[in-house]
């Protein structure tokens, strides 16, 4: 069973507009949320994470929402900029163990 | 080293035939963990290591898969009898201590091609 889901295989933006990427989930079970960056031929690197506990992360022109009720989260980035073209993942993180759960990844590209 | 290191980069193997596949965590790194990423498909967990043990194995698909760690650095995984359905790029990340996952540092990876 797919615990975590983005919906989007891809998404195009245009530069200087805002880029919101989409996550659901249905393991009650994470305790943290986390968005990675992926270039191609490299491995993903770590962009922001919020507590389950939390509602809202800001770091920069990233900003994580978490939506409990609806299972739902998402990643806003504003302004968007080309540098942000990758894929991004969303993963939930298993409370009490050392596993991340990964959504299948959603390719964001930004046109200048 | 200033990143994880694995290797190979690429390979292509013919069905049947066992292969290994290295990772070098950054040096001083308890944690290392494997992950492997299908076609179209998200980052699926293989397995967890601290130090040189092995805590978390459930993500292994079947006894083919193998992994180990020595001095609590280099870790092999190993696949024997490879099939089609193995072809995947295997991940290794490290981290200095267990977490959330924000400390992961992830390798290049290693691309399987079973043919």
């Known amino acids: 069973d797919q615990q975590v889901k983005q919906n989007s295989p891809s998404l195009s933006v245009q530069e200087g507009r805002i880029s919101i990427l989409n996550c659901d989930y249905t393991?009650?079970?994470?305790?943290?949320f986390l968005w990675y960056k992926k270039y191609p031929a490299e491995g993903p690197t770590f962009l922001i994470s919020?507590?389950?506990?939390?509602d809202k992360n800001e770091d920069g022109r990233f900003t994580v929402f978490l939506n409990k009720s609806a299972k739902h989260l998402s990643l806003h980035i504003v302004p968007s900029q080309p540098g942000d073209s990758a894929v991004y993942f969303c993963?939930?993180?298993?409370?009490?163990?050392?596993?991340?759960?990964f959504g299948q990844g959603t390719r964001l590209t930004i046109n200048p | 080293g200033a990143g994880v290191s694995q290797s190979p980069s690429n390979k292509v193997t013919e069905k049947g035939k066992d292969v290994e596949l290295r990772c070098d965590p950054i040096?001083?790194?308890?944690?290392l963990y494997w992950y492997r990423q299908r076609l179209g498909q998200g980052l699926e967990f293989l397995i967890y290591?601290?130090?040189?043990?092995?805590?978390?194995k459930s993500g292994l698909p079947s006894d083919r898969f193998s992994a180990e760690r020595t001095g609590e650095s280099v870790s092999t995984l190993t696949i024997q009898r490879t099939q089609q359905e193995d072809s995947a790029v295997y991940l290794c990340?490290?981290?200095?201590?267990?977490?959330?996952?924000?400390?992961?540092?992830f390798g290049s990876g290693t691309r399987l091609t079973v043919v």
């Open positions: 919020i507590s389950s506990i939390k």
């Open positions: 990340a490290s981290s200095q201590s267990p977490g959330q996952g924000y400390g992961y540092t």
């Open positions: 290591f601290q130090g040189n043990s092995a805590p978390d």
């Open positions: 040096s001083g790194h308890t944690a």
């Open positions: 993963a939930g993180h298993i409370q009490g163990a050392q596993k991340l759960v």
């Open positions: 393991n009650s079970m994470f305790d943290y």
